[in-house]
């Protein structure tokens, strides 16, 4: 088991964990996790060069709202600013991902939502167009953000909607 190491407090809340193995960081101290370093370009590699432009416009949407650590894990990128909370999954026609909400939002484009906790709901995308990165697609990169954030764990379970301070 990697050996724990503190960060620095930030906004109030306890500092983030960061394993000393794979220097990735959590909200959890001793988050169970895969160590490993892995590269963004390896999960582009082989896919065609749409799919990586459709990736970066979902990258420069979540900029948009706020800081994001980006991190290549062995399948997957995940998005996260104390916790994970939202990923992506490069194909060969489209990327596979899920945003973390704090309530469970039916809507058509979710494949499927899964309820982890009263707080956490991981709602199962795929785009496979620029165009699916409409209003509909940031007001749900920004929800998850706040969860990303834990601001989530301020409110009431199922109170989905709520601002940065």
């Known amino acids: 088991m990697p050996s724990p190491r ?6 109030g809340r306890p500092a983030l964990w960061r394993c ?6 959590f909200a959890n101290r001793n988050q169970s996790h895969a160590c490993g370093r892995y590269k963004l370009a390896d999960h582009f590699r082989n896919k065609p060069p749409e799919i990586r432009a459709l990736y970066n416009r979902v990258v420069a949407a979540l900029r948009a709202i706020g800081p994001v650590r980006i991190l290549p894990e062995k399948t997957r990128i995940a998005f996260q600013v104390r916790m994970s909370f939202a990923q992506v999954t490069p194909r060969q026609k489209w990327l596979d991902g899920h945003v973390v909400l704090a309530r469970r939002l039916e809507h058509p484009r979710f494949r499927r939502i899964e309820t982890i906790s009263p707080r956490n709901h991981v709602h199962v995308f795929r785009l496979s167009q620029r165009s699916e990165i409409d209003a509909d697609f940031r007001a749900w990169l920004a929800e998850a953000y706040l969860v990303g954030e834990q601001r989530h764990l301020e ?7 709520f601002r940065k301070s």
């Open 6 to 11: 503190r960060t620095l407090r930030t906004g």
């Open 155 to 161: 409110s009431p379970p199922g109170f989905g909607r």
């Open 20 to 25: 000393r193995e794979c220097r990735r960081e």
